[in-house]
């Protein structure tokens, strides 16, 4: 299998600005794929947003030497974006897409915003993704686009220059 790029920060912490970047750097990318686009996985360069980051250790299986990239970001600031999102903008009772609320409980539990439950599950995640990847820490960026972090170290990682 061709390896890939996937983004396996959790929902809300720069995964459509990381999307758009990776398109601007010409990489075919998608953002939290259906289960119609997850079927069709391989045509995707770069891939981030539900359900990656729960399937991260199984997508490092299919696709050997692939890049991961982790973003992250302030929690209590990253906690108040999950509120707004998952309660006023997408609360589960305005889902049509069962799959939708089905990825939300695949990675948090719930399909409901819980800020106990969702700031535990922030930190048991990234603290699962640096142990995984500190053996072959050359395969992860950790990246806070809410901190300015961005172009440099992107740009860096996927050993791109940019002209």
């Not at 983004?7 to 601007?24: D, E, N, Y």
């Not at 609360?91 to 939300?104: G, H, M």
């Amino acid at each position: 299998m061709k390896s890939k790029i996937f983004g396996i920060g959790l929902p809300r912490t720069g995964t459509q600005s990381l999307t758009q970047a990776m398109r601007k750097l010409g990489f075919v990318s998608g953002h939290c794929l259906s289960p119609n686009q997850w079927n069709k996985i391989d045509h995707f360069d770069f891939v981030c947003d539900s359900p990656v980051p729960s399937r991260f250790i199984d997508l490092d299986r299919i696709y050997p030497g692939s890049k991961f990239i982790l973003t992250t970001r302030n929690v209590n600031d990253w906690l108040s974006s999950c509120r707004t999102f998952f309660i006023d903008k997408r609360p589960p009772e305005r889902i049509k897409e069962k799959w939708f609320l089905d990825y939300r409980v695949e990675i948090f539990g719930t399909a409901k915003f819980d800020a106990k439950l969702f700031e535990e599950t922030y930190y048991k995640h990234n603290e699962r993704v640096r142990k995984y990847f500190l053996e072959s820490n050359s395969r992860l960026l950790i990246l806070d686009i809410t901190k300015g972090e961005g172009w440099v170290k992107l740009i860096d990682f996927l050993g791109l220059s940019i002209d």
